[in-house]
């Protein structure tokens, strides 16, 4: 049974940093891109970070261009995001996604055949 699980997820104070990893069970998460979604509560769950299989290929939502950083590591089925430079606007819950295909660059939420259960990071001012 495919599964991703997030882990790394707390409260950390604005201008801090979070590391979030997401662990696949289940399935060969190598052949899929990958990346990070988020929610607000009464919002849409939107991009965050993407990255196609081989690692070549990334996307950043304009909110975390130049904060965030997406990375993945094949042999361990992992994917990481870490976060820099926190701010009060990027609390939210974070999901880890699979894609239904390879070469994603830019996720949607309809295109993503695995989702995690979620992570809350709280970022407080």
């Known amino acids: 049974q495919a599964q991703l699980v997030e882990s790394g997820g707390g409260l950390v104070q604005a201008g801090g940093s979070l590391r979030l990893s997401c662990a696949a069970y289940g399935f060969a998460s190598s052949y899929y891109a990958m990346g990070w979604f988020r929610q607000v509560v009464g919002k849409e769950r939107e991009i965050v970070a993407g990255i196609t299989w081989s690692g070549g290929g990334t996307y950043y939502s304009d909110s975390v261009k130049g904060r965030f950083t997406i990375s993945r590591d094949n042999d361990k089925n992992t994917v990481t995001l870490q976060m820099n430079s926190l701010k009060p606007d990027d609390t939210a819950v974070y999901y880890c996604?699979?894609?239904?295909?390879?070469?994603?660059?830019?996720?949607?939420?309809?295109?993503?055949?695995?989702w995690g259960k979620g992570t809350q990071v709280t970022v407080s001012s």
């Open positions: 996604a699979a894609d239904r295909s390879m070469s994603t660059i830019q996720m949607s939420t309809s295109g993503t055949r695995y």
